[in-house]
């Protein structure tokens, strides 16, 4: 079983910017292909970033987020610059034991974060 602790989340202006951290436990980070997906109210929940050696984001977001993983530490990290109200939502990490690609569907993903509420004020 893995357990993924999302934290970083907060209120932000508009241009400002935030880390979103994601600490897997019960398997060894290397051998999961990791995600961020955020939901905002009404709306399904959302692809934005995916890392395994190579990283992809969501159209909306690319150039402002970065995804890393220190395998060391067992953390994934969403960086997110120039922050925009639309970026608000709740944002979950999630593992894929066996994924070699990476989807933007939430389905293949096995193991969830609780989530971490991101906020940004205009």
Known sequence: ??????????????????????????RALSNLLMAWFRQAPGKEREFVAGITWSARYVDSVKGRFTSSRDN??????????????EDTGVYYCAADRWGRTISTTPGPYDYWGQGTQVTVSS
Not at 2 to 20: H, I, K
Not at 72 to 85: D, E, G, I, R
């Open 72 to 85: 060391a530490k067992n953390t994934v990290y969403l960086q997110m610059n120039s922050m925009k109200p």
């Open 1 to 26: 079983q893995v357990q993924l602790v999302e934290s970083g989340g907060g209120l932000v202006q508009a241009g400002g910017s935030l880390r979103l951290s994601c600490a897997a436990s019960g």
